[in-house]
């Protein structure tokens, strides 16, 4: 069964560095574009960064832009999102997502990674 799993979370203070993973499993990756979001309790989920099936071409949310930075190795199947000089409101649950090519809407998605940023 295909299946995205992010690792690479966990709780960091305010003004340090993380790199999330999002690994592959069952499908190429390389057929897809692919996309950070970032959900909290009861909230609706948000758009961080998404990057084209090449690498090409990134996408980020305001708050992501100069901070985190999108990447993907599709040799080894895999999405990263560097995430530096992390702050509070950055803590939330991240997913990956991908969407297959000439697809508008992210339909495959992980089951989230914590990321806690303490002050």
């Known amino acids: 069964q295909a299946q995205l799993v992010e690792s690479g979370g966990g709780l960091v203070q305010a003004g340090d560095s993380l790199r999330l993973s999002c690994t592959a499993t069952g499908r190429p990756l390389n057929t897809y574009d692919m996309g950070w979001f970032r959900r909290a309790p009861g909230k609706d989920r948000l758009f961080v960064a998404t990057i084209n099936w090449s690498g090409s071409i990134t996408d980020y949310a305001d708050s992501a832009k100069g901070r985190f930075t999108i990447s993907r190795d599709n040799a080894k199947n895999t999405v990263y999102l560097q995430m530096n000089s992390l702050k509070p409101e950055d803590t939330d649950v991240y997913y990956c997502?991908?969407?297959?090519?000439?697809?508008?809407?992210?339909?495959?998605w992980g089951q989230g990674t914590q990321v806690t940023v303490s002050s």
């Open positions: 997502a991908g969407r297959g090519l000439g697809t508008s809407t992210f339909y495959w």
